[in-house]
């Protein structure tokens, strides 16, 4: 049992690349989120999805889109990656559907746009 | 929005010594979750708090939940080196589109 697993761990990316982080959970989770660390301002919520086909808008959604691919997967995307994206990025998971419950996070991925 | 502070934001304290990190709600919380993060690491769940005034423990950590439900604190006893790390709170304000919203974190160092 993994739990929560990202891809990649690191990655460094130029201005304007895209790239797409993965996120998956085996314990049959309805909720997963995306949100970005920076220092100084704790967790700030980027995507998250209630429930399989469904995706709502966090507080910093703007430079991002999502996929929930299925009930495990959800993906988060960078079309045209800036340096104010440099940030650590995790995914985390919850049983419930509305939002409250405790979350569990992955290991998150450290990403430098140059 | 919904704002969740969180003070102080950094602590240093001599290993033995007491450790508390406070957070404020500017609306009524449902409840109140905390999390630790190691250096390094991703966040964990510690503790949930749901009613007015409620009080946990968990060995040498107390989490308190205020009366009004718009603020709670952590509070480490006797800090030892393994308590290194940010401590989170989030909140739930109970109203339209739930989530949890992250304080900024206290990020704890302890010189041994």
């Known amino acids: 049992n993994a739990g929560v697993t990202q891809t990649p761990k690191f990655q460094v990316l130029k201005t304007g690349q895209s790239m797409t982080l993965q996120c998956a959970q085996d314990m049959n989770h309805n909720s997963m989120y995306w949100y970005r660390q920076d220092p100084g301002m704790g967790l700030r919520l980027i995507y998250y999805?209630?429930?399989?086909?469904?995706?709502d808008k966090g507080e910093v959604p703007n430079g991002y889109n999502v996929s929930r691919l299925n009930k495990r997967e959800f993906s988060l995307r960078l079309e045209s990656a800036a340096p104010s994206q440099t940030s650590v990025y995790f995914c985390?998971?919850?049983?419930?559907?509305?939002?409250?419950?405790?979350?569990?996070f992955g290991p998150g991925t450290r990403l430098t746009v140059t | 929005g919904q704002q969740v502070m969180q003070i102080p934001q950094y602590q240093h304290v001599q290993e033995g010594e007491d450790f508390t990190t406070y957070c404020n709600s500017s609306t009524t919380l449902s409840n109140i979750q905390w999390y630790k993060q190691r250096p390094g690491g991703h966040p964990v769940f510690l503790i949930q708090l749901v009613k007015s005034g409620e009080v946990k423990k968990q060995k040498r950590l107390t989490f308190q939940f205020g009366e009004a439900k718009k603020n709670s604190s952590l509070h480490i006893t006797a800090t030892q080196t393994t308590d290194v790390g940010t401590y989170f709170c989030a909140g739930i304000t109970g109203q339209g589109a739930q989530k949890l919203v992250f304080g900024q974190g206290t990020r704890l160092t302890i010189n041994p």
């Open positions: 985390a998971s919850s049983i419930g559907t509305s939002g409250t419950e405790t979350q569990y």
């Open positions: 999805s209630a429930s399989e086909g469904t995706t």
